[in-house]
């Protein structure tokens, strides 16, 4: 099992910034992709920016230039950096993770986790 928790959302004015974390933790072997999504009231669940073990980035379009997804894989954490925040960015913000859980090479299998979410809003 492998258990992820966000952290760092906020409300905050249009144009601000904040900083979320994920944290990853349990019986992890491997992590391979971070992603984050989110999901505004009435919306579906959208793809904001993922990165790679090997450091790899994708964002949305709607947030290049103004988010940076970073990782730390020592730690198991990953972070979104958030500038230049608009009211339409309000929405949970869910971290995702994938890899492989166990201890052994030979035991370990695949998972994909989700964290709980995060409530950003931005608003004057």
């Known amino acids: 099992q492998v258990q992820l928790v966000e952290s760092g959302g906020g409300s905050v004015q249009p144009g601000g910034s904040l900083r979320l974390s994920c944290a990853a933790s349990g019986s992890i072997f491997s992590i391979n992709d971070m992603a984050w999504y989110r999901q505004a009231p009435g919306k579906q669940r959208e793809l904001v920016a993922v990165i790679t073990r090997g450091g790899s980035t994708h964002y949305a379009d709607f947030v290049k230039g103004r988010f940076t997804v970073s990782r730390d894989n020592a730690k198991n954490i990953a972070y979104l950096q958030m500038n230049s925040l608009k009211p339409e960015d309000t929405a949970v913000y869910y971290c995702?993770?994938?890899?492989?859980?166990?201890?052994?090479?030979?035991?370990?299998?695949?998972?994909?986790?989700w964290g709980q979410g995060t409530q950003v809003t931005v608003s004057s």
């Open positions: 995702k993770a994938e890899g492989r859980t166990g201890s052994t090479t030979y035991s370990a299998r695949p998972f994909i986790s």
